[in-house]
């Protein structure tokens, strides 16, 4: 490719470094790259519990390797040696909303390959790894990337695709300057980074101290069951297909009730009969419990504060509707304080594999204290006023999770433009050495094709191929150890 060159609104590339795509810096050898194995070839009867690792979609995080485990067994592994996975291979998901998605392989205690969809990548010894690794995780890549991409509801690059993504290559020694200095800055954001998440986590804690320390204060008033305070029986929510027809029931998704959040982002259109739904329009003051979701989230709880029919609820909501004794503010707090998630937890029964769901008996058996009306509007409003303040202290931790992920997509971006370290006029220019792996390349024997032979007659006829024989990882020494 061109040393410069105005690609999608970008500056021209600086002096000494070229375009260049995966594919010129794969490594010399059979298979530098290759995605699992699809088919028959690995289905869930191969799964084990101990053997060669299988690298899947879920090993492949934001930049990282995430240690998710799964195995197959050692003599089926052998059978799959074109798709083994090394120490220090690019590891690229082919299917996903944010593309390309990479990590680096870390030293595993087991032998390992990818699965289909996992794109497995060996680079050339002479090309810094992280330099690549940091380059597909660039802004400008993922703009160039975004016209290889194909579908629309399940986005994918595959392997064709993956080999011609552009990457800009800069002399040895200037790749591994602005590693040194990515690496040094990065690692600063991370820590920052990690700081704001345990302040996160404390911020949740103080909210549910908060509610916790407000429901003691009426700790001594009757307790009752939640049925007996219902202003009606409790009703489960109806699910249609969505539509883009204006004309559409507005219907709330889960995420409203989880996050409390019940504006349009949260709804969808769909063609339920208007006849069938007329009763399950919202109205202000409805509370809203999840009836099935994961372990952490089923029996969820929230209060719609919303117009009055503005929107239906699907079939995995419960909608509760409460008497004038009770607030229904106060009831949702109780159903959201930890023994009102721990009671729904305790309750939620699944089959393997599937969302725990609980029943209405769950809920109509849930016991609530029920005070004076006096008491749950100074109950409601001291837990608002606590929540008010955890709110702006999320806001503020919003925000500075937010800033560092632009100072971390700033980093790249600069990097990337030769802006990171000074350049140095006695680097050996990048189009010299990739001649050299051109070179190199065209110097390997090319792989001799299986002459075709006639067919033998079908009791004769082969069952089983014989699995190639497995590749050797290049010599990593000169590239930095990668630690997670």
Known sequence: ??????????????????????????????????DGPFGSNLKSAHYTDSGARVLRLQNIGDGQFRDERAYINLAHFESLRAHEAAEGDLLLASLGETLPRVAILPKLDEPAI????????????AVVTKWVYYALRAPQTQVRTSALIKGVGRPRLGLAAMRSIPVPVPPLAE??????????????????????????????????????????????????????????????????KATTDPGGIRTLNLTAVTQGDFSDENTKLTVADPHRVRDLWLTRGDILVQRSNTPDLVGTAAMYAGDNGWAIFPDLLIRVRVCEGVLPEYATLVLQSRDGRSY?????????????????????????????????????????????????????????????????????????????????????????????????????????????????????????????????????????????
């Open 175 to 240: 790749q591994w300057r602005i590693v040194e200095m990515l690496e040094e800055q990065l690692s600063r954001l991370d820590a920052a980074v990690v700081s704001v998440e345990a302040s996160s986590r404390r911020v949740r804690g103080l909210r549910a101290a908060a509610l916790s320390a407000a429901l003691e204060s009426v700790g001594d008033s009757p307790v009752r069951r939640l049925a007996d305070v219902l202003k009606e029986p409790l009703r489960n929510g109806h699910s249609a």
């Open 1 to 34: 490719m061109s040393e410069s060159g105005d690609v999608d609104g970008e500056r021209d590339l600086p002096a000494g470094w070229v375009w260049s795509t995966l594919e010129d810096l794969l490594a010399c050898e059979p298979r530098a790259i290759t």
């Open 344 to 484: 729904f937890k305790s309750r939620a029964k699944g089959l393997a594999g599937s969302m725990p769901k609980i029943d209405q008996s769950a809920i109509e058996n849930f016991r609530i204290p029920v005070p004076s009306l006096d008491a749950q509007k100074r109950v409601v409003a001291e837990v608002q006023e606590q929540f008010d303040r955890v709110s702006r202290l999320s806001a503020e931790l919003d925000r500075a999770r937010k800033r560092s992920d632009g100072l971390r997509r700033a980093l790249l971006r600069t990097a990337f433009n030769g802006c990171l370290v000074p350049q140095d006029s006695k680097d050996e220019p990048a189009p010299r050495l990739l001649a050299r792996i051109a070179a190199e390349r065209a110097a390997q024997p090319k792989p001799k094709r299986a002459r075709k032979t006639a067919a033998k007659p079908p009791a004769q006829r082969v069952a089983d191929v014989t699995a190639p024989e497995p590749t050797t990882a290049p010599a990593l020494a000169v590239q930095q150890e990668f630690e997670l």
């Open 114 to 125: 990818v699965k289909a969809d996992v794109i497995r990548a060996r680079l050339h010894p």
